[in-house]
Structure formats: C-alpha cells, structure tokens
T-cell receptor
Framework: DSGVTQTPKHLITATGQRVTLRCSPR?????VYWYQQSLDQGLQFLIQ???????AKGNILERFSAQQFPDLHSELNLSSLELGDSALYFC?????????????FGEGSRLTVL | QQPVQSPQAVILREGEDAVINCSSS?????VHWYRQKHGEAPVFLMI?????EQKGHEKISASFNEKKQQSSLYLTASQLSYSGTYFC??????????FGEGTQLTVNP
C-alpha cells in the first residue's frame, strides 16, 4: 500500500460526458502528479501540483483540467469525453517539488468511455 | 521530451542477467526507475541524480552517465518476481518526470 488513494477505481461512461477523478496523496506529501496510461502504453505525464499551485504541465488536453485543494487532495476533471480517453489514470505523490524524490503511485482509476 | 528505452521486450530464464537502457536527448537532472506488474501501480526501484553515481540494492542496480544522458538498469541473477514492465523516468530543465514507453521483462522458470 503506497498510501495514495484514488477514487473511483473503475468508471464507465459515455462519449461527451464529464467525470472527476480524485486523489488523496500520502500523508505529508505536497506534490501530486497525474499520469495517463492507455492500454499497454507508457505513462504519459499530464500535470503536477505542489502545495496547491500548478507546477508543471505535460501533454494535458484542453478538455482536461485539474486542481489541488488546501487539504492537498487533487481532482482531475475530464470533459467532452471521447473513446480515446479510455485509459488508466494514475495519481502519484511525492514530498519534493521536483523530480528528485520517489513517486508513490495510487492504484489508478480505470476509465472506460463507450 | 520522452526518454527512449531499449529493448522493448526481453525474455529471460531464471538466473540470467539483463540490461535495460534509457537515453535522452536533453540534459538530465535525474533518472528514476520503476517496475509495474500487470494490473498494478508502478513501484519505485531507484533514483539517480546528476553525478554519474551507480546505485542499487540486492541484485538490481543502475548507472547514470551524465555526459551521454543515459542510464542503464542491471538485473542480475533474475528471479521470477522480476517480471514486469520497467519504466525509466527522466527530469530535464524543461519538463517534469517523463516516462519512457517501458521495457517488458519476462522471466521464465
């Protein structure tokens, strides 16, 4: 158990819909990363927050947005969903603002868009 | 920019050794290695910072060649539990931790 909690574990929805994925980082970690992993693909970096502020952006679509709240949990919002958005979305937390610390990954939220 | 991993896949027999390579076209601040078993979350193996040091524990070690922007993961005397997909992640001045496509390692009895 990494200490990172993601909900929901599984989500099935239709094209055009909007969903919200939630992540609670490990206790004490201020940094939250979001990654997308499509079937048998690598981990695509989406966005990083550190202590409530956006720290870095990767290949995140305009239809996607995220935020980190004062209690440090983070939410990833996916809107106008397309079939290609079906993937496993991982949240990871770290104690450092940069990539010099170990990332602890949650179990992921598997999104299926029909 | 995404690092490049090689090979894409490797099949071993228990007890054999393997090397997985990771390279970047940009100057690296750090290199991470993670292992992901099917259906599970990636798990941290080690991190290497600028300085070319080699790290490891037990039979898994890694090196970081700062000048060549390369890192290699060494798995010696492989065990069945080593099977999984290995990802290297790199951090550069322009991007946060970006992962390669992964190397699928299968260890057979």
């Amino acid at each position: 158990d990494s200490g990172v909690t993601q909900t929901p574990k599984h989500l099935i929805t239709a094209t055009g819909q909007r969903v919200t994925l939630r992540c609670s980082p490990r206790s004490g970690d201020l940094s939250v990363y979001w990654y997308q992993q499509s079937l048998d693909q690598g981990l695509q970096f989406l966005i990083q927050y550190y202590n409530g502020e956006e720290r870095a952006k990767g290949n995140i679509l305009e239809r996607f947005s995220a935020q980190q709240f004062p209690d440090l949990h983070s939410e990833l919002n996916l809107s106008s969903l397309e079939l290609g958005d079906s993937a496993l979305y991982f949240c990871a937390s770290s104690s450092t603002p940069s990539g010099t610390g170990e990332l602890f990954f949650g179990e992921g939220s598997r999104l299926t868009v029909l | 920019q995404q690092p490049v991993q090689s090979p894409q896949a490797v099949i071993l027999r228990e007890g054999e050794d393997a090397v997985i390579n990771c390279s970047s076209s940009k100057a690296l601040y750090s290199v991470h290695w993670y292992r992901q078993k099917h259906g599970e979350a990636p798990v941290f193996l080690m991190i290497l910072l600028k300085g070319g040091e080699q790290k490891g524990h037990e039979k898994i070690s890694a090196s970081f060649n700062e000048k060549k922007q390369q890192s290699s993961l060494y798995l010696t005397a492989s065990q069945l539990s080593y099977s999984g997909t290995y990802f290297c992640g790199t951090e550069t001045s322009g991007s946060r931790l970006t992962f390669g496509e992964g190397t699928q390692l299968t260890v057979n009895p």
